[in-house]
């Protein structure tokens, strides 16, 4: 499905998203990726939902975001709160919802100014 925004391309926003892969800016990922309002997307190194460690979210504190959105691929799927426990305790809440969701939620809380995290998986099929 393809996205219109009218924000501008000084934040990175979803612009379309596809079985296998979506577009930040009009530009094509088929990979797991970190996506945040000023910053470019940036690889993240999950190939599937069963992979995720708690590893992966420590991982997230550096960016200091407000929320993680986490698209956990075509259907939703809740990771273990000891997975997210590093987030948590912080007062960082991470939502899990599949990844067409994930990136409509995104979207939205970008525009409104929030220092929001997209986290997305994408399995290599």
């Known amino acids: 499905m393809k996205l219109h925004s009218s924000i501008t391309n000084q934040y990175q926003t979803v612009t379309g998203y596809y079985p296998g892969g979506v577009e930040i800016n009009a530009q094509p990922y088929g990979h797991s990726l970190l996506v945040l309002p000023e910053k470019a997307p ?3 190194p999950v190939a599937s939902f069963d992979e995720l460690t708690a590893e992966h979210f420590e991982q997230l504190l550096a ?3 407000d929320v993680v959105i986490l698209g956990t691929g075509e259907r939703q799927r809740f990771v273990h ?4 426990a590093a987030l948590t305790s912080r007062r960082i809440g991470v939502e899990c919802m599949d990844t067409n969701a994930a990136c409509r939620t995104y979207n939205i809380l ?3 100014g929030r220092k929001a995290l997209l986290a997305l998986i994408i399995e290599k099929k």
């Open 42 to 44: 940036a690889a993240w």
């Open 63 to 65: 960016e200091e975001p």
């Open 81 to 84: 709160p000891r997975l997210t």
């Open 110 to 112: 970008m525009g409104e």
